[in-house]
């Protein structure tokens, strides 16, 4: 075979061979550019496109358009929408400035409100402020409330003065108190204390304890400490502990130091083990 047709042939043979991976390779870029096309981005070339990929492509387009007018996008063209995509966007924009304006959002326009809308939203307006007027919140505009308006708040804040100094919660603002709301207070306070003490909590003021609560408070304190001594914890104060609760303790600790010394498990001190301890542990023959 002369050389120029090898040459040929093989020329021919290599270019086949390359044709699936270009087919691929113009496939993939042409579903990447319908992909482009779709999402409506710059790099679409429509001129590659087929007559239904444009059509799709085209729906894709204005459906993006009416959710970017749904949004209020800038990016809208009203336009490019049917008539009755206009009028159920123009609903759709009217329900969401009633729904603003009912709920005190600054999005609102009062001037596209209709008559009875804007009554509703001024009643709306009136129930936030009184609420917030009763629940002591900062927008709350007193001058806009009613003679009964006003005298409810004033009772609604007193029951929540009182409640919040029964609790002892902030702020309580004890001048605000009637006199069987002091008393009650002061009742609760005394209780709280004497909770406070018996349980070892920071807040205990054991000068307002009457005799029998320090007495209940003193128990409660020892009963505590006993227990952090036998857990053998930081906190135990042995020089609190009785003749008997001592000694109960000091059997229980030889016990355990026998036990560990004998096991081999645990701390074990053989210096507090006795004559006839060492023989059970190092048996002698």
């Not at 009062?110 to 917030?132: G, Y």
């Amino acid at each position: 075979m002369k050389p120029g047709l090898r040459l040929v042939l093989c020329t021919q043979v290599a270019c086949l061979s390359l044709w699936p991976i270009l087919a691929f390779a113009q496939s993939t870029d042409l579903s990447r550019n319908e992909e482009n096309c779709q999402a409506g981005t710059e790099a679409c070339d429509q001129a590659r496109l087929s007559a239904q990929q444009l059509a799709e492509a085209a729906l894709a387009s204005h459906r993006r358009n009416v959710a970017n007018c749904r949004n209020h996008y800038d990016s809208c063209d009203r336009s490019r929408l049917s008539e009755p995509e206009r009028v159920a966007l123009a609903v759709a924009d009217h329900q969401r400035n009633v729904s603003d304006c009912n709920d005190g959002m600054l999005a609102c326009d009062q001037s596209k409100l209709t008559p009875a809308e804007a009554r509703a939203s001024s009643a709306a307006e009136r129930e936030r402020n009184l609420a917030a007027c009763q629940n002591g919140g900062g927008s709350c505009d007193a001058s806009k409330l009613s003679a009964s308006e006003a005298e409810a708040v004033d009772k609604t804040r007193q029951q929540l003065n009182a409640s919040d100094c029964k609790d002892g919660s902030a702020p309580c603002n004890y001048s605000q108190l009637t006199p069987s709301q002091t008393k009650e207070v002061a009742a609760g306070e005394h209780r709280r204390n004497a909770q406070n003490c018996e349980n070892g909590w920071d807040e205990c003021d054991h000068s307002k304890l009457t005799p029998r609560e320090a007495t209940q408070t003193s128990y409660a304190e020892h009963q505590r400490n006993l227990m952090a001594c036998k857990n053998g914890e930081a906190t135990c104060d042995y020089a609190d502990l009785t003749i008997p609760e001592a000694k109960a303790l000091a059997d229980a600790e030889h016990k355990r130091n026998y036990t560990a010394c004998l096991s081999g498990h645990g701390y074990c001190d053989p210096a507090r083990i006795t004559v006839e301890e060492d023989g059970t542990i190092h048996p002698r023959y």
